[in-house]
């Protein structure tokens, strides 16, 4: 059997031999919408849960939007001109609209993509910055948590009247699904901020993981940040595999947000008969494989179709390399699943340890094999005996001593393929 599986920008094909069980499992999504202008406008001026936009931003001199960074497909350049048509008929200026790029962690947007992220028409006229959560100082302290998170917020947003996120839903590592909350924390927080809802503490509960909402603590946490934060108003949409819209959820944060989980999960959800020995995924491409960091993501996703023990090969890019220099450090260091889990489990949280914790987490329950061309053996830790410098070469040793009939499942979009082994959805 082969699939072409998206890598990079122009993706890869994956060839399995005959002999197995073997299943393509793609990204399953409700059509695209027929007329995607019209959504949009209907849904700002007549949202969920609250007074249409132009209401909201009547009387008010600024306003901040939110967005997502580079690794993510947003369709912004689609989805932010109805916003700022809005805003500017209620009288907000141009001057008077600052587009913060929610990085997290990760680095701020070069000109290049500012415009790919964007547009070139919005990159030239509007303020576009990107959040940086290393600068303590440029981010307003609001206070605490009832779970005792200190919530720092990039100041540039708070200094505005108006506080508007603009994302897009789909299944999340730890926090179930994206969108919404996530582009306040940890968008634009900083990192003593980020550090702490991304300790062992949320890392370690069961429930934060894909497709998780109710009794996530780590959902519940960010929804406090982001009220604290003044959330006043998001956007976000559904996308199809080849990132047309699917479905627009605009209004207040936590019923808009709620509406297009459930619309994700009814329309999106793809279900096994069964859990399978082998999972050959990806890292979705470009963008999202641009970093071994990112590809922790096909990963986690995929041990939702495996058997315990079973085994994940994860083919992505890497053409950025490992990640952060922290995460890199840290990487380079380990020198097993467990040993790592025990030394971060009280220790101080350092930045971007929380996806090595995932991986670890996995890896102490599946085999894992990885196809990173980008990365070194070197740069790989123990990992590299896993590692394999062709694509070949990492499908044979994943499937090496499967029996005749084994079940492989063949996953191209990687973490954009909300799935589920009936097991699992019964255990959950």
């Known amino acids: 059997m082969k699939a072409h599986f998206s890598f990079g920008k122009s993706g890869i094909d994956v060839s399995i031999p005959d002999g197995f069980r073997s299943q393509v499992i793609m990204s399953r999504t409700a059509r695209a919408l027929d007329d995607e202008n019209a959504a949009l406008n ?20 600024t306003a901040a939007i939110s967005v997502c960074d580079i690794t993510r497909p947003a369709p912004n350049r689609r989805t932010l001109p109805p916003i700022l048509d809005r805003l500017h008929r209620a009288g907000i200026p141009v001057e008077g609209i600052t587009i913060l790029i929610a990085t997290g962690l990760h680095r701020g947007a070069s000109e290049d993509e500012i415009v790919t992220i964007v547009g070139p028409e919005i990159a030239a006229k509007y303020r576009i910055v990107s959040h940086d959560a290393k600068a303590l100082a440029e ?6 948590t009832g779970r005792g998170t200190p919530v720092y917020i990039d100041e540039r947003f708070m200094a505005t009247d108006l506080h508007i996120t603009l994302g897009f839903i789909e299944q999340h590592l730890m926090l179930g699904f994206s969108g919404g909350r996530k582009l306040i924390a940890p968008g634009l927080a900083a990192q003593e901020t980020i550090k702490v809802i991304h300790s062992p503490r ?17 959902h519940a946490e960010l929804l406090e940040i982001a009220r604290m934060a ?18 627009v959820f605009a209004g207040d944060p ?6 297009g989980v459930a619309f994700v999960e009814q329309t999106c959800l793809e279900r096994l008969e069964e859990p399978v020995d082998a999972v050959i995924t990806s890292s ?24 315990p023990g079973g085994r994940i090969l994860i083919v992505a890019q890497c053409a950025e390399g490992v990640g952060s220099p922290e995460f890199a450090r840290r990487l380079a260091a380990m020198k097993d699943y467990r040993s790592f889990l025990d030394e971060i489990r009280s220790a101080p949280v350092e930045i971007d340890q929380w996806q090595l914790e995932k991986l670890a ?9 990885f196809f990173t061309p980008g990365v070194t053996k070197g740069q790989l830790g ?40 009936e097991d699992a959805l019964a255990a959950g």
């Open 202 to 218: 949320f890392m370690r509960e069961p429930l934060a993981t894909e497709g998780s909402i109710d009794a996530n603590p780590l």
């Open 284 to 307: 979705a491409g470009y963008p999202l494989d641009l970093t071994f960091y990112q590809c922790v993501k096909g990963i986690t996703a995929a041990a939702h179709m495996v058997k």
């Open 382 to 421: 123990f990992l590299a005996e896993s590692a394999f410098s062709t694509l070949g070469e990492a499908v044979a040793a994943t499937l090496a001593g499967l029996p005749a009939g084994a079940r492989v499942a063949l996953v191209p979009e990687g973490p954009y393929t909300f799935a589920r082994a």
């Open 254 to 259: 936590v019923q808009a947000h709620a509406a």
């Open 139 to 144: 981010h307003l302290f609001l206070g605490e």
């Open 42 to 61: 209907a849904a700002l001026d007549a949202p969920i849960g609250c007074p249409p936009l132009a209401a909201l931003a009547a009387g008010k001199k």
């Open 361 to 369: 987490l996995a890896g102490e329950r599946f085999d894992l094999y």
């Open 230 to 247: 003044r959330h006043d108003f998001m956007l976000d949409v559904a996308l199809t595999q080849d990132r047309m819209i699917s479905g």
